[in-house]
């Protein structure tokens, strides 16, 4: 079954009592049983729920996965991964990545005694040398947010398995639509599916995507024992979501092409960070392990004027400025206000947070009506 097919009917199956095409919304908190013990699969919510296990069955096939698992949050599903771990373990992350994961992971699991190093990975050989006995995870996102920064999952992968290490990837903006990182080594792929798996900026949701049947039962455990699960609305929402996920992800990648390339000339703009340019750092990786190159873009403007950028994220009309990405809808947003304001202004800087870095997420709208909107902002 191809992707277009899977995003509609992977993992699905017709309701078997009335052969309801959608999977309907459980809305009930337990099930009732026959004998104790004596129940059809299903026995209290936060365990199992028909609607969240067809959810959970559809994140795994379009990932070609083999276990889903869905959680309240982006951040629920980071959480569950790190609880794999023990206090002195240690992680490898990129050191350009979402605020929220930064903060997770240095103001929560810090104190719990887990090591983190943040290090830029975009030559994955750099990676081995922080390799040591009490390494237990890389942690990938590719691209990344808000740099653009492409990571060769397959390269990372290798040094992962060479030390015996799991492989943990971000994969939110490049959806399973541009991205399989399972197919690439990785041995669990996160989505924040808030974003472009819900698609409809309209739910909170988190996604974990596994093959390994060990990692996969670990994982189980953790998400009933920790109890972070979505509820059935939620899942139907995004299981809804899911099954558009091809085409809007086809015009988000148009959209995001052309903004890109109106931005590169505009005379005020002094850099535009988007992995389908030629020059832009491992655009040939990208185009090997992506199958197009998103509708998430970032720029700076001339002079690195925090002033101006405000000015321009204030005047947008069509794009909304506010936080998120992934909807139907554009937004704009300033990192280092926003999104990474809990990034210390040091460390934000290192890896081009600039203060007048502003992040685009293009959405689905007329191309036209996009770009006279930023004609008339930028000025």
């Known amino acids: 079954m191809k992707f ?129 006995e009490n390494t237990k995870l890389i942690w990938v996102e590719t691209p990344t947010n808000p740099m653009m920064n492409i990571i060769d999952i397959e390269a990372v992968s290798k040094v992962a398995k060479k030390h015996n290490v799991l492989l943990a990837v971000d994969n939110t903006f490049a959806t399973p639509y541009l991205q399989r990182p399972l197919d690439l080594g990785a041995d669990i792929v996160m989505h924040s599916a808030t974003k472009y798996m819900g698609g409809h900026s309209d739910v909170v949701m988190g996604a974990l995507i596994v093959k390994d049947d060990v990692i996969a039962e670990k994982l189980y455990f953790i998400q009933n024992a920790s109890g972070a699960v979505c509820g059935p609305m939620d899942s139907f929402l995004v299981l809804r979501g899911i099954k558009t996920l091809h085409i809007r992800m086809q015009r988000h990648s148009e959209n995001g092409k052309a903004i890109a390339e109106y931005l590169a000339k505009h005379p005020k703009i002094e850099k535009v960070y988007w992995p389908g340019f030629e020059n832009h750092p491992n655009h040939e990786v990208a185009k090997r392990q992506m199958d197009d190159f998103g509708g998430m873009v970032s720029f700076v403007t001339k002079g690195n004027n925090y002033d101006e950028a405000i000015k321009i994220v204030e005047n947008l009309k069509i794009f909304t400025l506010a936080e998120s990405l992934g909807g139907v809808e554009s937004l704009a947003g300033h990192p280092a206000s926003m999104t990474h304001a809990s990034i210390p202004k040091e460390e934000r800087e290192k890896t081009g947070v600039v203060d007048s870095l502003i992040r685009l997420s293009v959405g689905i709208e007329d191309i036209d009506d996009l770009i006279h909107d930023l004609e008339q902002a930028i000025g």
Do not use: C, W
């Open 4 to 132: 277009n097919t899977k995003t509609i009917h992977g993992g699905q199956q017709h309701d078997l009592a009335y052969g309801a095409v959608m999977p309907p919304i459980y809305q009930t908190s337990t099930y009732a049983q026959t004998t104790p013990g004596g129940h059809k699969g299903f026995e209290y919510s936060r365990t199992h729920n028909p609607t969240r296990q067809a959810l959970e069955n559809a994140f795994a096939s379009i990932e070609n996965g083999k276990h889903g698992l869905a959680f309240g949050s982006g951040l629920a599903a980071i959480d569950a991964v790190i609880k794999l771990l023990s206090p002195g373990d240690e992680v490898i992350s990129t050191n350009d990545l979402y605020g929220g994961t930064y903060r997770l992971f240095t103001k929560v699991f810090e104190g719990f005694g887990i090591k983190f190093h943040f290090i830029g990975m975009e030559n994955a050989e750099k990676i081995e040398s922080y390799v040591n």
